[in-house]
């Protein structure tokens, strides 16, 4: 209750109520989240299970529209699934890539950052070589290539077992760089301080120093960074769904239904594509919104 | 300078030749080459006569060097999904991505340099917050979704643009072009929109921002104190400041144009080499996605080698900083 206090006379929770757009932000997060963590609850329809499906419902437009049925709000696709509550279904998978996909690659790279900073010499050169090399190609080519290659490795069977774990890799192995830097970078700062330097003469472990005295001290920048990258890796995987080398159809993502529904835009059913390229648009960017003023509201410099 | 130089290329070739094993690994470790070429009923000594004339019974370093000399000729093999060799498709393909992809920068260019002089200039004016909340917008839309809701809107409702393919394209020998024919630039319109908007907004903001660091320094008061027009000030001082970043950021976007081609040419069936490596990638067409793999790390080290070299020319200060960092 005392840290609730706190946080609300604070001044981050103050720059909060100060940003109406930041607001509104914030709410269409909760709300894209929250409808995606809870669909099988709050989605109107279950669109994969295949009892309640009827074709002949296939192609309704929106409610608003003439020849709508207010039982398919969104409208239906072309198997008759509900569209609002494949979007609800779909942004799970989306969210869950996303997360994941950030969450591994700030693993990766502040283990290599600290690594890189901490122990220096020919393995901070290699490194931040490799980062170099890897920072000059675009992060959704990397992320093209090595799922590329993995689907042609992998055998032909456990192809869609495996398809999301790949595409959580592949993300991020194509994002781990920033991280690796920015931990660096601050790694090199506090190696030379004292509590590093007593941490040394008491004979710890070079692991445990790095993991357990350096690391809290670098992380803040690193969580920024991360809040930011959510958007892009939600991107990423819809626009690697949507080239039809992401997450197999019997798991669709907002990616795959918008490729799904883009070969019906010139038989004139658009509510098929449009609505949940609408809501991945929405909540990237709110996400996006939400990370600026979170990076505004951290950094000292700017009160 | 020289050392500098050959540090750089030497940087590119180990590059290179990353890529190059991983694109041979690609050939010799996924699948059996033997056995996706003979039919299944071959016997044995089939096998080994194949396996020797591919010479895969030599020593690993033997075939890698082999792949290598053959990679630099050009010669990858054939494709597994058209039959046809991966170099001839590959020539063929080169002219659709490269113009869609000069067609974007351009626009990305000629449209972004102005804006961005504009809302640095107007910084309080409306228009210009219109424009940067615009932009906001702009980079944070995935370019595939900007091309479907062009095409629902310009092809599909208003029907003014055709949303597929290349139009009628004139072929100059081997380049075919798509810029002779009304089809062929009514086809450009949309894919080139897509594909460049996103470098528009960058060089948008960017130019914006320099624009507003530059008019701050006092060689720009010292010009105005000179009673040196507006125009003299902003476009002769000013703004020519501010475009070795522009020129940098634009050339490693170059790269970042030719990546995002593979989305905007799958969602306008637009027959580039970007189209032919996604369907490669599904079709597992590994001689193809090797091709393209080694085809796109080439031209990416040549894009980052031409960039560090013009900064290196364009900047005198960075010249003087490594010569100090040398001198240690």
């Given at each position: ?303 | ?110 449209v972004g340099i102005p804006l961005g002089v504009y809302t640095g200039l107007k910084r309080n004016a409306w228009s210009s917050r219109l424009l940067l909340t615009a932009s906001l917008i702009g980079v944070s839309l995935p370019t595939f979704l900007i091309g479907i809701f062009l095409i629902l809107i310009f092809a599909v409702w208003l029907g003014w643009l055709p949303s597929f393919g290349r139009g009628d394209t004139v072929a100059l020998g081997a380049w075919t072009t798509g810029f002779l024919s009304p089809t062929g630039l009514k086809a450009l319109i949309l894919p ?137």
């Amino acid at each position: 209750m005392d840290m609730l206090r706190r946080f609300l006379d604070g001044d981050v929770f103050y720059s909060f109520k100060r940003s109406p757009l930041t607001m509104v932000a914030a709410a269409l997060t909760l709300a894209s989240v929250v409808a995606a963590l809870f669909a099988g609850w709050l989605a109107p329809h279950n669109p994969f299970d295949l009892k309640t499906l009827n074709l002949l419902d296939a192609f309704t437009p929106p409610a608003w529209v003439e020849r709508g049925n207010p039982a398919y709000f969104l409208g239906t696709d072309d198997q008759g699934r509900d569209v609002l509550s494949t979007i609800m279904y779909g942004s799970r998978v989306s969210l869950m890539v996303g997360l994941c996909a950030v969450a591994l690659a700030m693993v990766i790279g502040i283990t290599l950052g600290l690594l890189s900073g901490y122990v220096g010499g020919r393995l901070d050169a290699f490194i931040m070589r490799v980062a170099d090399v890897q920072l000059s190609f675009p992060a959704i080519l990397i992320a093209l290539l090595i799922d590329g290659v993995a689907r042609v490795a992998l055998p032909k069977d456990s192809h869609d077992a495996l398809a999301i774990y790949v595409l959580i890799f592949s993300i991020a192995a194509s994002g781990w760089v920033q991280y690796a830097r920015t931990v660096r970078g601050s790694t090199l700062v506090e190696r030379n301080k004292e509590y590093v330097q007593a941490a040394r003469v008491i004979g710890r472990h070079p692991a445990a120093i790095m993991f357990s005295h350096v690391l809290p001290n670098v992380l803040g920048p690193v969580l920024v960074i991360a809040t930011l990258h959510i958007g892009s890796a939600i991107i990423t995987e819809a626009t690697l769904s949507f080239l039809g080398v992401g997450v197999p159809p019997t798991q669709p993502s907002l990616g795959t239904l918008i490729r799904i529904g883009n070969d019906f835009l010139f038989s004139g059913e658009w509510w098929i594509t449009v609505f949940p390229g609408a809501w991945l648009v929405i909540m990237v960017l709110s996400m996006n919104v939400l990370g600026d003023w979170l990076r505004d509201a951290l950094n000292p410099k700017l009160r | 300078m020289f050392a500098f130089v050959l540090t750089r290329i030497a940087q590119g070739v180990v590059v290179m030749l990353v890529v190059g094993f991983i694109a041979f690994s690609l050939f010799n470790f996924v699948g059996d080459p033997v056995a996706l070429m003979l039919p299944p009923e071959a016997t044995q000594a089939d096998r080994q006569a194949m396996r020797e004339a591919l010479g895969l019974d030599r020593p690993f370093t033997v075939q890698f060097a082999n792949f290598v000399t053959n990679a630099v000729q050009g010669n990858f093999g054939i494709s597994l999904r058209l039959g046809r060799p991966v170099s001839a498709l590959l020539v063929e393909r080169l002219p659709a991505t490269l113009e869609l992809a000069f067609v974007a920068a351009s626009l990305a260019l000629l449209v972004g340099i102005p804006l961005g002089v504009y809302t640095g200039l107007k910084r309080n004016a409306w228009s210009s917050r219109l424009l940067l909340t615009a932009s906001l917008i702009g980079v944070s839309l995935p370019t595939f979704l900007i091309g479907i809701f062009l095409i629902l809107i310009f092809a599909v409702w208003l029907g003014w643009l055709p949303s597929f393919g290349r139009g009628d394209t004139v072929a100059l020998g081997a380049w075919t072009t798509g810029f002779l024919s009304p089809t062929g630039l009514k086809a450009l319109i949309l894919p080139s929109i897509t594909l460049g908007l996103f470098q528009l907004t960058l060089i948008m903001r960017l130019v914006r921002s320099e624009m507003l660091e530059v008019l701050r320094t006092d060689y720009i008061k010292f010009a105005r104190a000179r009673g040196l027009t507006n125009r003299a000030v902003h476009f002769g001082h000013a703004l020519r400041n501010t475009l070795v970043p522009v020129i940098t950021i634009t050339g490693l976007q170059l790269g970042s144009i030719i990546a995002f081609a593979i989305v905007t040419e799958t969602v306008f069936q637009w027959p580039g080499m970007g189209l032919l490596f996604i369907q490669a990638i599904q079709f597992a067409d590994i001689p193809v996605m090797a091709a393209y793999l080694c085809l796109i790390g080439l031209i990416f080290v040549l894009i980052n080698l031409v960039v560090d070299l013009l900064y290196y020319f364009v900047d005198p200060r960075l010249r003087i900083e490594r010569a100090g960092a040398e001198g240690h």
